[in-house]
T-cell receptor, first 114, second 112 residues
Framework: GAVVSQHPSWVICKSGTSVKIECRSLDFQATTMFWYRQFPKQSLMLMAT?????????EQGVEKDKFLINHASLTLSTLTVTSAHPEDSSFYICSASSFLNEQFFGPGTRLTVL | TQLLEQSPQFLSIQEGENLTVYCNSSSVFSSLQWYRQEPGEGPVLLVTVVTGGEVKKLKRLTFQFGDARKDSSLHITAAQPGDTGLYLCAAPAETSGSRLTFGEGTQLTVNP
């Protein structure tokens, strides 16, 4: 299956700082990538859909100024959590969509904001 | 609004037992996917079912897509501790084929 990587796998930061998470599709080109947030023992919550070369589409209730998404190439999308606060602590997962509309997920990034 | 209802939400069984997880909706889907997720990792695609009535087997896992393409089930035979994880069903959203709607998940624990 297709491989999607995320970096970093975990990050701890101070409140008020910004954190950037990278998502890469390693062996295929992904015109669409997705960013999810997940709380313990719960399902995935879609935050935004990222299309290469265009602005991301955010789900209702997700602050676009807080969660900045950039999809500059067919293999890379980034999520920047700006001015992070403890309530932003979560598991963030990206996925990349193939031409068959199957999604392949990254390993996730654990963000802890102190 | 599409909803995928999974049941049960939590399941704790002994090694060797059989189990079935259900994924139901009032909507018709063109396809449905099952994922397994282990703690601290991203979901891994197990199978995609496309045809109504389709049955797919993956070792001890049997996946079925309902005839009307509104529901699906995952049956595990002789469960093992390695099967422990969060099982998620997902289907393409009405508004966009590439977006997925996820079920709430079934947290399975298989005790040795």
């Amino acid at each position: 299956g297709a491989v999607v990587s995320q970096h970093p796998s975990w990050v701890i930061c101070k409140s008020g700082t910004s954190v950037k998470i990278e998502c890469r599709s390693l062996d295929f080109q992904a015109t669409t990538m997705f960013w999810y947030r997940q709380f313990p023992k719960q399902s995935l919550m879609l935050m935004a859909t990222s299309n290469e070369g265009s602005k991301a589409t955010y789900e209702q209730g997700v602050e676009k100024d807080k969660f900045l998404i950039n999809h500059a190439s067919l293999t890379l999308s980034t999520l920047t959590v700006t001015s992070a606060h403890p309530e932003d602590s979560s598991f963030y997962i990206c996925s990349a969509s193939s031409f068959l509309n199957e999604q392949f997920f990254g390993p996730g990034t654990r963000l802890t904001v102190l | 609004t599409q909803l995928l209802e999974q049941s049960p939400q939590f399941l704790s069984i002994q090694e060797g037992e059989n189990l079935t997880v259900y994924c139901n909706s009032s909507s018709v889907f063109s396809s449905l996917q099952w994922y397994r997720q282990e703690p601290g990792e991203g979901p891994v695609l197990l199978v995609t079912v496309v045809t109504g009535g389709e049955v797919k087997k993956l070792k001890r896992l049997t996946f079925q897509f309902g005839d009307a393409r509104k529901d699906s089930s995952l049956h595990i035979t002789a469960a093992q501790p390695g099967d422990t994880g969060l099982y998620l069903c997902a289907a393409p959203a009405e508004t966009s084929g590439s977006r997925l709607t996820f079920g709430e998940g079934t947290q399975l624990t298989v005790n040795p």
